[in-house]
C-alpha cells in the first residue's frame, strides 16, 4: 500500500467514523441523518477512488474512474439535501429530496453522463503514477460545467438563505458554508501545489479535504455546546497564522544556521536544525498570543462579547453589600448588556417546588414557572453548565430531554443557566433571543455560567446583609417596645444599644450616647456597666438613683454579661425600670399600715390612759371634802402631776409613730429603737398574756438608719407576732453581732462590714410551707381581715436601709425573723 492508498484509507474511516458519530448522537434529528447522507456520498466517492488506485484491468480502472466522478456529482446534492434539513428541522428526508428534486435530477443526470461511453473513453494504469492515465471523451467538459454551476449555485443558495435565518440555523449554514470552503481550497490547493512544485507527493493529500469538511460541518450541526461559526474562524486562522509563521521561522533558521556553521563543521545540517528547532520553541508561545491577537481584531465586530470585563463588573458587583432586589436589578442589566439579549427573567425557589420569577416582576400572561424536580432543574443541575434550546435538540432524545426541550419552547427563553451556591441551585436565569441573531455559543455559555455562579455568592451575601438588616430592625423595634430602659456596651466600652425608654428615663438622646464611651451615661449605669466587665458577673434588682436634668428618678435595675458562641465575653447589659410610681406607692401603703399600727395601738393604749385618768378623777371628786388636808393636797398634787407626765408620754409615742416625716438617715441605737417598739406594744403583750423575753446582748448597735421607719418595720413585726400566739406565750427578742454580708447580698448592692442581728422569735401558729415566698408580698395575708402590707412594707425599708430579713418557721411551732443592719463604721480619732 502506497502513500495515496493510506491517505485514502484514513480519509474513508475518518470519513466513516464521523458520520456514525453524528447520527448515533441523535438518529431521529433530520439534520442528522443528512449529514449521514452526504458523508455516505463521500464515502463511496472515497471508495471508488480506492479502487481505481488497486484496478488491474483497464476494463475496471476506467468503471471506477466514471464512478468516482459520478458519486462526486451527487456531492452537491447532499450539500443541497442538508441545506433543507438545517432550514426546516421537522422535515423528514424523503420530503427534503423532493424539495429538492431538480438537483436530484440534475445529479442523476450527471451520472448518466459519467457512465456512458462519451465521458471517458479509456483509462489504464502506468507503473509509477498516482493515477491512471484517462483519455476523456466530449461529455468530460459538460460534467465540467455542471459541476462548477452546482457549486455556484449552491454557494449562492448558501449566502442567501444565511441573511434570511438567526440562530443555530444561521450558525449551522455557516459552519456549511465554511466546510464547503475549506474543503474545496484544500483540494484545489494542493493539486495546484504539486504542479507548481513539481512534486508528485503533495497531491497525494486531496483526500483530506473529505475529513475537513466533515469536521467542520459535524461540529457545527452534532456538537452540543458549540462556538459561532466566527470564534472557530477566529482561531483556525489564529492557528494558521502561527503554523505559517513558524514553519517560515524555522526555515529562515536553518538557512541561517547553515550558513553560520557551515564555516567550522563540514555538515551543519544536524546543528541548524536543533537551532531551528529552538528558534521555533522559544517562539511557540510569543507566536501564539500575538496571532491570537490579529485574529481577534479580524473578527471583533463579529463576536463582541469582552468576557474579562464582564467578569469584573461581576466581580465587583459580588463584593457590593446590597439588598437582593437591587442586587438582582444590576445582575439583569448586567447579563443584558453584555450579551445583547432581548428579555432576561430570574427565578428563585420562592415557592416549596418550584422556581418563579423574582426579577422583573410579571406584568401579565401566563407566569413562568419551572419545577424545582423538572428537566430543566435535573438536568441543569446533573451538568452544571447552561442549557440551550440548541442544546437539547443536538442531545439524544430522553423523556426528560423532550419535557425540557417542550418547557424550553413553551415559555420562548433560548438559554436556561443555574446559580449554584456549592450544591444548592439559588436561582435559574433565563435568557430570550440575541438582538443581534446570533447564537449563545459555548463562549457565551461559559461566561454565563461563571457569571451564575458569581451571583450566587453575591446573592448569599445579599440574603445575610437582608437577614442582619431585619434582625436589626427587628430589634430595634423590639428594643423599643420595651417598657424597660435598655443599655448595651462592648468589649471596648463604647456604647452599642441605648433604646427609646432610656432615652426618656435618663433624658439623653441616642445620638448623643450611641458608639460613645460608656462614660457618656449617667454616672451610676456607668459604674454598673464597668462592675460588670470588671468582675465578669451579673447583678439583680438593685435600686441605683439617676439624674434626669434637676430631677432625681429611682430605678431598679439588673445587668448581665454576653458572650460570643466561643465563650468570649463580647459586652455587657443593664435594664432598668423607672420606681417612681412605685416609689409614691410604697409610700402610700406605708401611711396606710402605720394608720392601720395605730389603729391597733390606739385600742391598746386606751386602757393605759384610763388608770391615770380614773386615779386623777378618784382625787378630783375627793378635792371638795378634803381640801383642807395638806397631806392630802401634797399627795393629790404629787400624784396628778405623774399620772399627766404618764398620758403625756403615752400620746407622745403615738403621735411620733403617727407622725409622717421624710426619711432621715443619722446615728441610731438599734437597741433604743427596739425598746420604743417594744413600749408601743406593751399593752397588747399584757392584753394577750403574751411574755416578753427581752436580750439586748449585741455589745455595738449604732445604724445609720430613720428611726421612724424602724419603729413602725418592728412594730408591725411585733404585732403580728402578737396575733399569732395564744394565750399564754413567749416572745423573744435578741441580738447579736453578725459577720459580713453573703455572696448573694455583695453583689445585689448591700454594703460590706460587720452587721447586727436581730431575732424576733414567737411561739404561734407558724407559716405553712407553701407560703413562705409570699408573705412579703403586698396584699397577701392569712388573716381573715388582714389587708397584707405590714410585712411588705417592713421589707421595703429594711432593704432601704441596707438590711436583710430571713425567716425560719414550722407550722405549729412557730416563727423567727433574722433581720440585719449593717453597723455604723467607727470613725477613727
Not at 223 to 244: F, K, N
Not at 266 to 283: E, G, K, T, Y
Not at 740 to 768: F, H, K, M, N, S
Request: one cysteine or more; glycine letters at 8%; proline letters at 5%.
Amino acid at each position: 500500500m502506497n502513500l495515496f492508498q493510506a491517505i485514502i484509507v484514513l480519509a474513508l474511516v475518518g470519513n466513516a467514523t464521523l458520520g456514525l458519530l453524528v447520527l448515533s448522537s441523535n438518529p431521529r434529528r433530520a439534520v442528522n441523518r443528512a449529514f449521514f447522507f452526504i458523508v455516505a456520498l463521500m464515502t463511496f466517492w472515497l471508495a471508488s477512488m480506492f479502487a481505481v488506485t488497486v484496478a488491474f484491468r483497464d476494463s475496471a480502472t476506467r468503471f471506477f474512474v466514471c464512478l468516482t466522478s459520478a458519486f462526486a456529482g451527487f456531492l452537491p446534492l447532499g450539500a443541497i439535501v442538508l441545506q433543507a434539513a438545517i432550514v426546516k428541522p421537522d422535515i423528514t428526508l424523503v420530503q427534503v429530496f423532493l424539495k429538492s428534486r431538480r438537483w436530484l435530477g440534475a445529479a442523476l443526470a450527471a451520472t448518466a453522463l459519467c457512465l456512458s461511453p462519451v465521458f471517458v473513453v479509456s483509462s489504464r494504469a502506468l507503473p509509477g503514477k498516482l493515477l491512471p492515465e484517462t483519455v476523456y471523451g466530449w461529455g468530460f467538459p459538460v460534467y465540467a460545467t455542471y459541476l462548477a454551476g452546482a457549486i455556484a449555485l449552491m454557494a449562492l443558495g448558501f449566502w442567501n438563505t444565511a441573511k434570511t435565518r438567526t440562530g443555530v440555523q444561521k450558525t449551522e449554514i455557516h459552519f456549511l458554508q465554511i466546510g464547503c470552503v475549506f474543503s474545496l481550497s484544500l483540494g484545489i490547493a494542493l493539486a495546484v501545489l504539486g504542479e507548481v512544485l513539481h512534486n508528485r507527493d503533495i497531491p497525494q493529500f486531496v483526500p483530506i479535504a473529505a475529513l475537513v469538511f466533515d469536521a467542520f460541518v459535524g461540529y457545527g450541526i452534532a456538537t452540543r455546546r458549540i462556538l459561532s461559526a466566527s470564534a472557530v474562524l477566529q482561531r483556525v486562522i489564529a492557528y494558521g497564522l502561527m503554523t505559517g509563521y513558524l514553519a517560515a521561522l524555522y526555515v529562515a533558521a536553518l538557512w541561517l544556521g547553515r550558513q553560520a556553521f557551515g564555516w567550522l563543521l563540514a555538515d551543519p545540517a544536524d546543528l541548524a536544525h536543533l537551532l531551528a528547532a529552538l528558534a521555533v520553541a522559544f517562539s511557540v508561545s510569543p507566536a501564539h498570543g500575538a496571532m491570537q491577537a490579529v485574529a481577534h481584531r479580524l473578527f471583533a465586530t463579529a463576536h463582541p462579547l469582552n468576557v474579562n470585563a464582564l467578569l469584573e463588573q461581576a466581580g465587583a458587583m459580588a463584593r457590593e453589600v446590597s439588598t437582593e432586589t437591587n442586587l438582582m436589578a444590576h445582575f439583569a442589566d448586567l447579563v443584558a448588556d453584555g450579551f445583547g439579549a432581548t428579555r432576561i427573567v430570574l427565578l428563585r425557589p420562592l415557592e416549596a417546588d418550584a422556581f418563579v420569577p423574582a426579577y422583573p416582576e410579571p406584568l401579565g400572561g401566563k407566569p413562568i414557572r419551572l419545577r424545582a424536580g423538572g428537566a430543566i432543574a435535573e438536568l441543569l443541575a446533573r451538568d452544571r453548565a447552561a442549557l440551550t434550546v440548541d442544546t437539547l435538540h443536538r442531545m439524544r432524545s430522553t423523556p426528560t430531554v423532550a419535557e425540557a426541550r417542550e418547557t424550553m419552547k413553551e415559555i420562548g427563553a433560548a438559554v436556561a443557566v443555574g446559580s449554584f451556591m456549592r450544591t444548592e441551585m439559588k436561582a435559574i436565569l433565563l435568557l430570550f433571543s440575541k438582538k443581534s441573531g446570533r447564537i449563545y455559543d459555548l463562549r457565551d455559555q461559559r461566561t454565563l455560567q461563571l457569571l451564575c455562579d458569581q451571583f450566587a455568592v453575591a446573592l448569599e451575601n445579599a440574603n445575610l446583609y437582608t437577614a442582619v438588616q431585619n434582625s436589626k430592625i427587628y430589634n430595634d423595634i423590639l428594643l423599643d417596645s420595651l417598657t424597660s430602659g435598655i443599655v448595651a456596651v462592648d468589649s471596648g466600652r463604647r456604647v452599642t444599644v441605648f433604646n427609646q425608654r432610656a432615652q426618656g428615663l435618663t433624658g439623653l438622646p441616642e445620638s448623643s450616647v450611641v458608639n460613645q464611651p460608656m462614660t457618656a451615661l449617667p454616672e451610676p449605669l456607668c459604674r454598673a456597666l464597668e462592675s460588670i466587665l470588671a468582675s465578669q458577673r451579673g447583678f439583680r434588682d438593685t435600686e441605683l438613683s439617676i439624674r434626669r436634668g434637676h430631677e432625681t428618678v429611682p430605678i431598679r435595675a439588673s445587668g448581665a454579661l454576653f458572650h460570643s458562641h466561643t465563650g468570649k465575653p463580647l459586652g455587657a447589659l443593664v435594664a432598668f425600670d423607672d420606681l417612681t410610681l412605685f416609689k409614691k406607692m410604697e409610700e402610700q401603703i406605708r401611711r396606710s399600715d402605720r394608720l392601720s399600727s395605730i389603729g391597733t395601738l390606739s385600742a391598746g393604749m386606751a386602757h393605759e390612759i384610763k388608770n391615770p385618768l380614773v386615779t386623777i378623777k378618784t382625787f378630783a371628786k375627793l378635792l371638795p371634802q378634803r381640801h383642807h388636808e395638806a397631806d392630802f393636797r401634797d399627795t393629790f398634787h404629787e400624784l396628778v402631776g405623774q399620772e399627766v407626765t404618764r398620758i403625756d408620754t403615752i400620746v407622745n409615742r403615738l403621735l411620733n409613730f403617727a407622725r409622717p416625716a421624710p426619711p432621715v438617715l443619722k446615728p441610731v441605737s438599734l437597741h433604743g429603737v427596739l425598746e420604743n417598739s417594744l413600749h408601743l406594744v406593751g399593752p397588747q403583750l399584757y392584753q394577750s398574756g403574751i411574755e416578753l423575753d427581752l436580750h439586748l446582748d449585741a455589745p455595738r448597735d449604732l445604724i445609720d438608719a430613720d428611726a421612724e421607719q424602724l419603729n413602725q418595720t418592728f412594730v408591725n413585726f411585733f404585732l403580728n407576732a402578737i396575733q399569732a400566739m395564744k394565750r399564754p406565750g413567749m416572745l423573744t427578742v435578741r441580738t447579736a453581732l453578725a459577720g459580713p454580708p453573703p455572696e448573694a447580698a455583695r453583689l445585689a448592692g448591700l454594703p460590706d462590714g460587720e452587721r447586727i442581728q436581730v431575732d424576733v422569735q414567737d411561739t404561734g401558729c407558724g407559716i405553712a410551707a407553701e407560703n413562705l415566698d409570699k408573705i412579703f408580698d403586698p396584699f397577701f395575708t392569712t388573716k381573715e381581715h388582714g389587708v397584707g402590707l405590714g410585712l411588705s412594707v417592713s421589707h421595703g425599708i429594711v432593704r432601704e436601709h441596707g438590711g436583710t430579713i430571713e425567716v425560719e418557721s414550722r407550722k405549729g411551732q412557730g416563727t423567727v425573723f433574722h433581720v440585719q443592719f449593717p453597723l455604723r463604721r467607727a470613725v477613727a480619732a
